[in-house]
């Protein structure tokens, strides 16, 4: 019992000395908590073995045909395999961040996402970036040593030289407290932990219904504010509620009696969410309020 406890206290203090205020553009301070270095490898190894599989059916092709074509079929497949699977690679990073989750699978598994640091919506740009430099930081030393392999030419100083590589920009996580990669750095992002105090369904059906909101003050916002909403709610933090509850009722000319900041926020979070999905049944998908 004492030793759980002992975990238990360990872990709060972890999490406390991880946690940053991330202020929005609207001026909301957002408490988040830093992904630990630990849970980033996690993370990109599950990554990796959902990339590994597509690499082995693409392998399994290459075998194929070398069967129907001969040997000499072989090295215009393995670059055309390469090239597939650094393209793929990309696409699988970039594709996933991109989304309003902000997550690959890893991640996701992992309880965690990228966020920007300047509190803004992650942007296309910043995703790009990131990932871009992951092919600087990790795959660019093991191409390396992998094509001096296959050409006979390997050479100790060099593969070592490669490996330093590696570590170095892997060591960096653990060089600033922010566990932040090169990449990160100049992207502007944080990986942090996602709240996990109640799930989306929860959040939406938490409380009766007490207050209605016109068409009008729904299509204040977009896609990009509805998950600023959620993580206010999650995280429950009652002087962010307080703020935000401010910040929509004047945005949306609401002045009417507001005792119950949550209770406010729950219903306006519940109508711009169903407001939302009708739009995008429509064809319409609004990423944010400055989407017209």
């Not at 090239?83 to 309003?100: N, Q, S």
């Not at 640091?117 to 296309?124: E, H, Q, V, Y």
């Not at 990669?181 to 109640?198: H, Q």
């Amino acid at each position: 019992m004492r030793d759980g406890a002992m975990a238990r206290k360990r872990r709060r203090s972890s999490s406390v000395r991880r946690r940053r205020d991330l202020v929005t553009p609207e001026g909301v301070p957002l408490g988040v908590v830093i992904a630990p270095a630990s849970a980033r490898l996690i993370a990109l190894i599950l990554d990796f073995a959902i990339i590994g599989l597509v690499l082995a059916a693409l392998f399994a092709l290459l075998a194929l045909a070398v069967g129907t074509f001969g040997a000499g079929a072989m090295e215009p497949v393995v670059i055309a395999v390469a090239l597939g699977g650094f393209a793929f690679r990309m696409v699988y990073f970039i594709a996933m961040e991109a989304r309003p989750k902000a997550a690959t699978w890893g991640k996701r598994i992992m309880g965690m996402r990228v966020v920007s640091r300047d509190g803004g919506p992650l942007s296309i740009d910043q995703v790009i970036a990131r990932n871009l430099m992951r092919e600087v930081e990790v795959f660019l030393p093991f191409m390396i040593i992998a094509s001096m392999a296959a050409t006979g030419d390997a050479n100790g100083w060099a593969v070592l030289a490669a490996l330093l590589w590696a570590l170095g920009f892997s060591f960096f996580l653990k060089l600033n407290r922010d566990r932040m990669r090169i990449g990160d750095l100049l992207a502007g992002t944080w990986v942090v932990e996602r709240p996990r105090k109640k799930r989306e369904a929860d959040l939406a059906e938490e409380r009766a219904v007490q207050y209605e909101f016109t068409e009008a003050a729904l299509d204040s916002y977009g896609i990009h504010e509805l998950h600023k909403l959620e993580d206010v709610l999650r995280i429950g933090d009652e002087r962010a509620e307080r703020t935000v509850a401010d910040a929509i009722a004047r945005r949306i000319g609401y002045d009417g009696p507001m005792p119950d900041d949550r209770q406010f926020l729950t219903d306006y979070y519940r109508g711009l969410r169903a407001h939302l999905e009708r739009e995008v049944l429509l064809g319409t998908r609004r990423q944010d309020k400055h989407d017209v």
